[in-house]
């Protein structure tokens, strides 16, 4: 049988996914990424979900872009189609109803930012290298780049990235909004554990409320976008969660979700 790309690790809902190609820096051909899309077509159809956190094998990449040998030789069809697969994968990743996290343990370049910036929020370890370096292949970003860098860092910094292929370390994406926090490498292991504990201990349902306020209402006007706040408020009025979350702070004790 064959080694897996993606290794699992479940902890009460809480999933790890850790992309394992270390040979090649985890760089996503078309292999990793359908065996990424079939785990998370598993994922989709979980209600026990709480979280997911990505990241790649071993201490020196994340992930180093999308595999230069397998685009090589494409044609322009060919190259529209492995695009067409990566953006497929990376937005059921997105769109999963919990938080994704992406732990960047080194580089992450190209089609690696790519994935990081499809996550809710990153950390990154302090020797993580961060970049769109397409230009200095002759290509520019294709799972996403050139749409999602500037909705997350604006885009006068987005077009300094992708125009001039240069990589920048961790302390520079945690300054222009890349990642949310630059620890060193071996503290990401606790923070991973902090993050389990965290999100296993609040209401799933308001969790996955929340998340869904944030995404959908940033596609919307402001007045929209609150209406729809407000509604998915009032949902969690209908469930047990805030009864049991109300319950709890005032009878001084740890909520039971
Ligand atoms: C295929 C890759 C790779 C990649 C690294 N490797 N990145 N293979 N695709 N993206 C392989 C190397 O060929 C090498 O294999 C092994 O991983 C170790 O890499 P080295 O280069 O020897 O390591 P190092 O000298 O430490 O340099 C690390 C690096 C460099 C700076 C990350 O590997 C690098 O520049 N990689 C390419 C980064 C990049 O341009 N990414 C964007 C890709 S384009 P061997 O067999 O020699 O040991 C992209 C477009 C997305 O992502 C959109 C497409 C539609």
Redesign the pocket.
């Known amino acids: 049988m064959s080694e897996k790309l993606i290794e699992i690790d479940d902890r009460d809902g809480i999933v790890r996914l850790t992309i394992t190609r270390p040979?090649?820096?985890n760089?996503l051909n078309s292999a990793v990424l359908a065996e990424l899309e079939a785990v998370l077509t598993d994922l989709e159809k979980r209600d026990d979900l709480r979280g997911v956190l990505i990241t790649g094998a071993g201490e020196?990449?994340f992930v180093?872009?999308?595999?230069?040998?397998e685009?090589r030789e494409k044609t322009p069809e060919e190259?529209r189609a492995?695009?067409g697969q990566?953006l497929r994968t990376i937005k059921r990743l997105e769109t999963l109803p919990v938080p994704v996290v992406a732990l960047v343990n080194g580089?992450c370049?190209?089609?690696?930012c790519?994935l990081a910036l499809a996550c809710d929020w990153a950390v990154a370890s302090d020797n993580a290298v961060f970049g769109q370096?397409?230009v200095?292949?002759g290509?520019i970003?294709?799972?996403g780049g050139t749409q999602r860098l500037p909705r997350r860092v604006g885009p006068a910094m987005a077009l300094d990235l992708v125009t001039t292929g240069r990589k920048i370390d961790a302390q520079e994406a945690l300054r222009i909004g890349l990642v949310n926090r630059v620890m060193p490498q071996a503290e990401l292991e606790a923070y991973a554990d902090e993050l389990t504990k965290q999100l296993s201990g609040n209401g799933p349902l308001a969790v996955r409320g929340a998340k869904q306020a944030v995404h959908d209402g940033m596609d919307q006007d402001l007045d929209s976008a609150l209406a729809l706040e407000t509604a998915l408020f009032a949902c969690c009025f209908a469930g047990e969660e805030q009864s049991e979350g109300m319950s709890a702070f005032v009878e001084k004790r740890k909520p039971n979700f």
């Open positions: 040979k090649a820096l760089a020196k990449s180093a872009g999308a595999d230069i040998t685009m190259a492995f695009a990566a580089f370049l190209g089609g690696g790519e370096p397409e200095l292949l290509v970003p294709g799972f």
